[in-house]
């Protein structure tokens, strides 16, 4: 009798032992941390906003200069004399400036155009830009692409928008190209994007307790 209870004894006790350690309450593990949101790095919404004004600002151009033959026709009426159109070739800048017949003048306002874009992606990648930001940026783009378009086509960019006054003729026109260029410089002035340096948000960069 006394050796059956010890080999009953045994299995009983390993039962109970595993049983045991089933209802022990294991350690908590510490809860990963959620990795946190993905910057807003993306430039989507600039590129988007460019390819747009750069597709209008040609659109219109052709059909004004190739279809309605502005170039020849030199002037149009549309609701005089507060919207007109007007042809203007302009090799210069905006209204003219550093307007020069030169070929060489040209190619530098051309490589201005260029570098400016180029400059303005550089910054906006390397800060946090929101919408808005990206919506400006792509305006100035676009436009500036559009009209280093009309260089390398006609020599000159096309102006054929012109607003005037009662008693008042407006003597410049300007196109497209030259609104977007207007309007996103003066949303990148009123909204410059935020830095994205590694100690800007000192909360991500905190250790987890």
């Not at 004894?9 to 990963?32: E, F, M, Y």
Request: glycine share 8%; with cysteine.
């Amino acid at each position: 009798m006394s050796g059956e209870s010890k080999k009953t004894a045994v299995p009983q006790k390993a039962r109970t032992g595993s049983d045991a350690g089933k209802g022990a309450a294991k350690p908590r593990r510490k809860k990963a941390s959620a990795p946190p949101p993905p910057e807003p790095n993306s430039l989507h919404t600039l590129a988007w906003v460019a390819a747009a004004i750069i597709l209008i600002d040609q659109i219109s151009k052709y059909y004004v200069v190739h279809v309605l033959r502005l170039d020849r026709l030199r002037e149009i009426d549309v609701l005089p004399p507060w919207i007109n159109l007007r042809m203007a070739w302009n090799q210069g800048v905006n209204f003219g400036l550093f307007s020069s017949s030169n070929d060489p003048m040209r190619w530098v306002l051309i490589a201005i155009a260029i570098a400016v874009c180029l400059w303005v992606i550089i910054w906006v990648r390397r800060t946090r830009p929101g919408r808005f930001t990206q919506l400006a940026a792509g305006l100035l783009i676009g436009g500036a692409i559009g009209n280093v378009i009309d260089r390398l086509l006609y020599g000159a960019v096309a102006d054929f928008l012109n607003m005037s006054l009662p008693n008042w003729r407006n003597p410049y026109s300007f196109n497209v190209a030259d609104i977007a260029i207007f309007a996103g410089a003066f949303g990148l002035i009123l909204q410059p994007p935020q830095s994205n340096r590694p100690g800007a948000d000192k909360t991500r960069d905190a250790p987890a307790k």
